[in-house]
């Protein structure tokens, strides 16, 4: 019997499978493929998940140790770490209709399930907060930042709120503290052409033209810090930290730019002072004009 459902719906745990797309030629055991193809999960880890029933094919169906390689088979599986570090942190709901949810995310947690964080990302927590499948992030935010993310609900109408994005429809505003420079005039504007650095989780500024613009304001000065209004004209990852740094103004207690100086696991004591502040748009659906702001504040300047 053909199961005709979506696998992004085939939730445990708050967590969607992830798929692996078996090449056009090959041979041998599925087994064998996975452990080569995924090392990260080890051989005997996945005769494991394949005994428990935990690899399915596109019909749900679970998929067995003694599994031949077959071309072309959609195989499905959930992602699972073994000792995950917890996140002592929790997001708040704002704001919630039929179409989208809008959360005030605390700094370090990460909103995808990635590395070493899966049941203490944001996605897979809402998730099982809701029951929702069809959750879906809209837009970016860094583990390290804190603030407003938009959420998709509906798949339906999802791709209309992306395009709110991707069309600059979307006016999103963040707050930072970061060094004074009297040197330096405001407002004004940074443009820079960034790509993906040698260390692949690190963006830098290179030459050639511009592919990332920020809007940067002055709000307030006390003594070395002072705290600006950042407004991304475009959205390239670590965006605003990058250009910060580029001006001699790195966000405080910045763990990667314009040096990485990670703090070790567990030590939450220098959150990164860059807020997602605001959100500003007019519903593709509803035509209604929404204007949120985060509950949450920066450190002062001083103290």
């Known amino acids: 019997m053909t199961i005709h459902t979506d696998p992004s719906t085939w939730m445990r745990d708050g967590l969607s499978p992830s798929c692996v797309v078996l090449p056009s030629r090959g041979d041998g055991r599925l087994l064998d493929y996975l452990a080569q193809r995924l090392p990260m999960v080890s051989h ?3 005769q494991a998940r394949l005994q428990a029933g935990e690899v399915v094919d596109a019909q749900r169906q679970a998929l067995r140790p003694e599994q031949a390689f077959v071309p072309g088979l959609r195989v499905y599986y959930w992602r699972s770490v073994g000792a995950e ?10 704001y919630e209709d039929e179409r989208l949810l809008l959360v005030d995310k605390p700094h370090f947690l990460p909103v995808l399930p990635t590395g070493k964080y ?11 907060a809701t029951g929702n499948a069809q959750l879906s992030p809209l837009h970016r935010i860094d583990r390290d930042t804190a603030g407003l993310l938009l959420m998709s609900k509906d798949a339906a109408t999802r791709g209309v ?3 709110l994005f991707r069309d600059r429809a979307m006016d999103k505003r963040y707050e930072a503290v970061a060094p004074w420079r009297a040197d330096l005039d405001f407002p004004r504007e940074h443009r820079s052409r960034l790509q993906e650095s040698e260390r692949f989780f690190l963006m830098q ?4 033209a511009p592919n ?3 809007h940067i304001d002055l709000v307030e000065v006390q003594g070395a810090w002072a705290r600006y209004a950042l407004q991304p004209v475009s959205g390239k990852r670590h965006q605003l930290r990058v250009h910060m740094a580029a001006l001699g103004l790195p966000i405080r207690n910045d763990a990667f730019y314009p040096e990485v100086n990670d703090p070790p696991e567990g030590d939450f004591s220098r959150p990164l002072q860059l ?6 748009f007019r519903d593709p659906v509803t035509g209604q004009l929404h204007d949120f702001r985060s509950q949450r504040q ?4 001083v103290g």
């Open 118 to 128: 899966v049941q203490n990302s944001l996605l897979v927590r809402l998730k099982n």
């Open 212 to 214: 990332s613009h920020s």
């Open 298 to 301: 920066l450190l002062p300047l």
């Open 275 to 280: 807020l997602a502040r605001e959100l500003r």
């Open 44 to 46: 005997a880890q996945w």
């Open 161 to 163: 709120y992306q395009a």
């Open 85 to 94: 570090p917890h996140i002592p942190f929790d997001a708040h709901i704002l």
């Open 205 to 208: 500024e290179v030459a050639g």
